[in-house]
């Protein structure tokens, strides 16, 4: 019976110094979205739960080691104790009601996360390998597509994803909520950010070479700064519009390309950009050609006509894009000098 | 007699095999690619075929394995020049892939070679002389020595030793792999796998992936073979039957999974594959030929799952010892059922999986092509219908082993042991209904996910009951702590994380952050090093003295135990801190600004002391084989049968065989016993001596 009570004081108070043992050394990110604090609430419940049966399971073994260890010289066998049906029961039909209890809650925690605002922004993102692009709705009819995600606190987002390749998954660790981009489908997520600050979508689907990479910013911002960013983004986009080498500009920014190839001569995946107009190329069959303009359209239309040497072991896929907009990015790659 | 010790041979004609395959890889390269890759794949293949096959031929001769692996390189080579052929005649454009053959010829090759091996090692010659009309003897006698291992043999016991020691191979391969990747991990930023690092046509963050996937599948792959090796070798032992019920399926069933490791192997040469072991499409229908390799692999590795829980529940079934009631069976036993039931039923669904991409790549079938109709997402749902049930097969026969070996330790019967036998077909059960709880950031219906969260949620029930129960065993007994019940009280800890890191995953929302972090990658860990791991060093070092005769030292098992076992937890709470806080899964890198360096460090230098710590095993291990200490009889003072006969077992197990007349653990109750060996008048089982043994060359 002494046995028992001093196990019983033992488990609670393991449990309550492992519970807040865990709780104080900070385990989440900050709550920056509603659905952070919501989820975060299911997770303190989770702790709970775990700091106490794990106490329930490691107090009395460890006391056993202690106080019921063979002596020295004694070679007889311990009780003869087979079991206790009543024990059995019970701690099978106690656990049944707790994970059923457990289940309801984390049901009601997921419908919360969910809540609808129909007025909701829409926000169409792209995962593409290996970067991000984000439609916002019109403004005068102008589209704004930027590779930043900006959101104005305190309103709910409806994200509408899509992939043009492969599976990814848009994850803001600080918003906690996780959703897949599939190709062929959209898939949504809402999120109502509570909490201005720079955070980062980082996919969290592997999605070849550069899954590690795949990132951009995330700005929270008041509604009165995301207003003048987007009256910006109005205006760099009717700029670019303007002409075929900003254009080309636009199409780059949105399908992902510097995810592969960089603008100011750092190596990378693909080869780049920088001065590649006119330069002379090595390819892989050990052949030299200029990089003019039927080049560089070339290697956007079929980008596996001609590799360059030292880059086989990664190919471009086809984007598919039409000759105008082709015609339009090799503008604009010439202007990168 | 041999002079010098046949692995000296092995590794010389290792390291010659290796240099002549890598020579003629390198010139057929040369001739269809027109350019020399020094560090490409095609060398590397022929090098790693050659080294392989050349490394048994010097350790065995040409015999058994040898014999096997190069029927597995000759069929290769004669599938894959047959479709090159065709080809070539159709007039093909691409007769050539970027890696020598194409991938058509590549898998045609493979699955050539997977076939002629078994043909090779001659684990099919007597089914083929029953299809020609012939008669084989009923009992092969096996060569004396170490010999035995790398050929056929029927008899249950080198089978179970077989795939134990095929197991602790992988699991240094896989753990190799992981160190790898780790060093990498320590800091953030890339400081060896870098964009120009070049390797088997991958660079430095392909090559991560690759060796990042083949950790996942070796390791998995380790772990059905290590679970088959332990039933093999104890259910016969515990259930009294002198082998199981199909011995040449179970030899089948073991040697299909050494071309299955091989084609794994290969998967790291030619050209890697990015997806990790879950290989989901639309990015594993774009991955080199690696992704190829890695699906025929798993495929041929499924068989062995497949046909060796056949014989496990054949066994039970039917050749118990007189007596040995449901109820009287040892729990280890219905610990076995319950795998085999998972392990035969479910595997197809892997096999099926695979076998889909592999018709989208080849084929042109479009079934998780979204731009033709497919559904990428059904790839999930058929993959995780088998994975999941799948760490129930990986953890029941340990959690199995640690019911089975605690009474021993403890000198009193397993609490429940009713409750307890029934907890592993209701886990088992369950298991096969959560399957979508890796699903639930995939896109499949929203809705739908919430029985999922449920029935999740349910298999912490009959789990429970077994925690319960060991602790209720542990209580008021009489317990010492030699090695190999440190390894199950280990076991009991690192399962606890494991299990009680699993209903935070349950719940939907708080798993869409978790979902593809670190905080799983901790949470898997838990469960399999305590479902399996623990419980499988548990196994060695208790029944080792049953297989040899001699006992491993106690001295370096309890320092394997204590270096092992913190680190170990070190890592994993690592792991799931950095999860928690951010850090997603499979990714060679991770910014600075996160602040994980620190905590990267520390998991990899835990990592290497687990390292340091299961070299310290092999060592223990493999000296004690023949320098051990004696342990002839009953060291454990265990009531089981198999401890009744003297060590090291007999060949036909029970000369004599037993009838059961109690309860398996009923320690502490008086002048009980569990068998009785019949002494007079009883049948004596006879072994026939073939007419004419047939000799393995």
Sequence with gaps: MRHFVIVGILVIVMALVTYFGLTSIGLMPVEASLQATQIDWMWNLEM?????????????????LIVF??????????????????????????????????????????????????NAMIVKV????????????????????????????????????????????????????????????????????????????????????????????????????????????VKLAEQQAATPEGHGQALVAANGCSACHSINGAAGIAPTWLGLFGSQVKL????????????????????????VAGFETQLMPTYGFPDEDIADIVAYLKTIK | MRKTHPVWTGILLLVIGGTIGYGIGLGLDLLVSHSLNFN???????????????????????????????????GTLVGALFVTGIRALVGSTTIFGPFLFSEPAWVFGALAGDVSFVFGVG??????????????????????????????????????????????????????????????LAQSQLQFLTTTFKLFNQTGPQFYNTLMSLHGIIMIVSILLGVSGIMNYVV????????????????????????????????????????????????????????????????????????GSANVIATVLRMRAKGMSAMRLPIFVWASIATSIIALTATQLIGLSFQLVMFQRLLGMPFFDAAKGGNPVLFQHLFWFYSHPAVYVFVLPGLGVISELLPVFVRKPLFGYRWVAMSSLGIALVGFTVWAHHMFASGMNEYLRVPFMYSTLLVAVPT????????????????????????????????????????????????????????????????????????????????????????????????????????????????????????RRRIVDYDPALGFDTAHLIMTIAGYLIFISVLIFFINFFYSMTHGEKAEGNIWNSRSPEWQVPSPMPVHNYEVPFVVVGEPYDYGLADSKYVEFSTNGSKHVEFPTAPEVEKHH
């Design chain 1, 48 to 64: 709970i739960a775990m700091s106490f049966l794990f106490a329930l399971i490691v107090a009395p073994i460890t006391y056993s």
């Design chain 1, 69 to 118: 260890r063979r002596k020295k010289g004694d070679t007889t066998d311990a009780e003869h104790m087979e079991g206790n049906t009543r024990l059995e029961i019970t701690w099978t039909v106690l656990p049944l009601f707790l994970v059923m209890a457990f289940a309801y809650v984390g049901a009601v925690n997921l419908a919360d996360t969910r809540r609808v605002d129909p």
């Design chain 1, 126 to 233: 792209r995962g593409i390998q290996w970067s991000w692009s984000f439609e916002y709705p019109p403004v005068n009819g102008v589209s704004v597509i930027s590779d930043e995600l900006h959101l104005p606190k305190g309103k709910q987002v409806l994200l509408r994803m899509t992939s043009s390749d492969v599976i990814h998954s848009f994850w803001v660790p600080e918003f906690r909520v996780k959703q897949d981009l599939v190709p062929g489908r959209i898939t949504e997520l809402r999120i109502t950010p509570i909490r201005s600050g720079n955070y980062k979508v980082r996919c969290a689907e592997l999605c070849g070479t550069s899954h590690a990479y795949m990132e951009k910013p995330v700005v929270v911002s008041s509604q009165a700064d995301f207003d003048t960013w987007m009256t910006e983004q």
């Design chain 1, 284 to 307: 892989t069959d050990g052949s030299v050609v200029t990089a003019d303009e039927a080049y560089l359209k070339e290697s956007i239309k079929a980008p596996q006509a001609k590799i």
């Design chain 2, 40 to 74: 490409g794949s095609v060398a590397a293949a022929f090098a790693l075929f050659l080294a392989v096959t050349s490394f048994f031929f010097g350790v065995y001769g040409y015999r058994g394995i040898t014999r096997g692996l190069v029927f597995q390189v000759i």
């Design chain 2, 123 to 184: 684990v099919v010659s007597d089914w083929v002389k029953w299809v020609r009309g012939l008669d084989t003897p009923e009992h092969h006698e096996d060569e004396p020595g170490w010999e035995k291992y790398f050929s056929v043999s029927l008899d249950h016991k080198v089978i179970g030793i077989q795939y134990t020691m095929t197991a602790l191979v992988l699991i240094a391969v896989g753990g190799t792999f992981a160190m790898i990747f780790r060093t990498e």
């Design chain 2, 236 to 307: 016969p032992l515990l259930v009294g039957a002198h082998d199981m019920a199909f011995p040449r399926l179970n030899a089948f069933a073991f040697w299909v999974a050494v071309p299955a490791s091989v084609l794994l192997l290969m998967a790291l040469v030619l050209g890697g594959f990015d997806t990790g072991w879950t290989g989901y499409p639309p990015l594993s229908a774009r991955a080199p030929v690696g992704m190829q390799m890695f699906f025929l692999g798993v495929f041929t590795a499924g068989w062995s799952s497949i046909l």
């Design chain 2, 464 to 583: 429970g009951v077994k925690f319960f129960s060991w602790v209720a065993t542990l209580w008021g007994g009489k317990i010492e702590t030699p090695t190999p019940m440190l390894f199950v009280l280990g076991a009991i800890v690192v399962f606890l994380l494991g299990g009680l890191t699993g209903p935070p995953n349950a719940a939907i929302a708080l798993d869409l952050h978790l979902t593809d972090t670190y905080f799983i990658v901790g949470h898997f860990h838990d469960t399999i090093f305590g479902g399996f791991v623990f419980p499988f060093f548990a196994a060695i070092y208790y029944w080792f003295p049953k297989a040899t005769g001699r006992r491993m030292s106690e001295f370096w098992g309890k320092l394997h135990f204590w270096l092992m076992t913190p680190s170990f937890l070190v890592l994993t709470f690592g792991m799931m801190r950095v999860g928690l806080l951010g850090m």
